[in-house]
């Protein structure tokens, strides 16, 4: 199919997030499930991703890598189900600019936490996060100012800031959870979150 969408992902992978934004649009997709190893870096899968890397999305010819890009792709490429404020407003700006803090300085700041890897505090103002206190913060009162992180609607910015938080917010910071734990509840329990989960959690079983 000229439009067709292709899914490659892993059960494991940041591809439970794009595979939450599938299931929000309601629209046929196919999936690809590549093992981490010999499958990722295939000579057939590095020319679509040269990284090597899933999740990444095929629409027709397009090709888009990247989870946030992904997300905020498929929002633009069905407008009509709703996910982004397509107007230049100040939802259309708390959407853009949250779903990137959400993909730069709060995941850079996560990770070299994870990985103990903390910059001197004399150069916290040459890094995108500054601290990671800073970047926690910011988001933290980002999701407390409004029901949405775009204001009253979902988009497909709570969906990529929700995998941001469960998965690495929460695991370098468990103090903050209870801070989370409503806007969390509000975005876990849409439906089709529920049933990406059960998707991608079908496939663990399946290998094991």
Not at 16 to 23: A, D, G, Q, S, T
Not at 25 to 31: A, D, K, Q, S
Not at 33 to 38: M, Q
Not at 118 to 147: C, F, N
């Amino acid at each position: 199919m000229q439009d067709e969408l292709v899914f490659y992902t892993n059960p494991m992978s940041r591809g439970r997030i794009v595979r939450w934004m599938l299931e929000e649009l309601g629209r046929p997709y196919r999936t690809v499930v590549l093992d981490y190893g010999a499958s990722m870096k295939s000579t057939e899968f590095l020319a679509i991703n040269p990284m090597g890397k899933v999740p990444v999305l095929t629409h027709g010819d397009a090709v888009v890598t990247e989870t946030a890009a992904i997300c905020a792709y498929l929002a633009d490429a069905f407008p009509e189900v709703g996910l982004a404020p397509l107007t230049t407003d100040k939802a259309r700006a708390r959407y853009l600019r949250w779903m990137f803090f959400a993909a730069g300085p709060l995941e850079h700041a996560v990770t070299n936490q994870a990985f103990s890897l903390q910059p001197p505090a004399e150069k916290s103002g040459t890094i995108g996060y500054g601290t990671l206190e800073r970047a926690l913060d910011a988001i933290e009162a980002a999701v407390a100012s409004s029901s949405y992180i775009a204001g009253d609607r979902f988009s497909a910015a709570d969906i990529f800031l929700s995998g941001q938080i469960g998965w690495g917010v929460l695991g370098v910071a468990k103090e903050r959870a209870p801070k989370f734990k409503d806007y969390l509840e509000r975005i876990n329990d849409r439906p089709a979150a529920i049933r990406a989960r059960e998707i991608d959690d079908a496939l663990l079983a399946e290998k094991g």
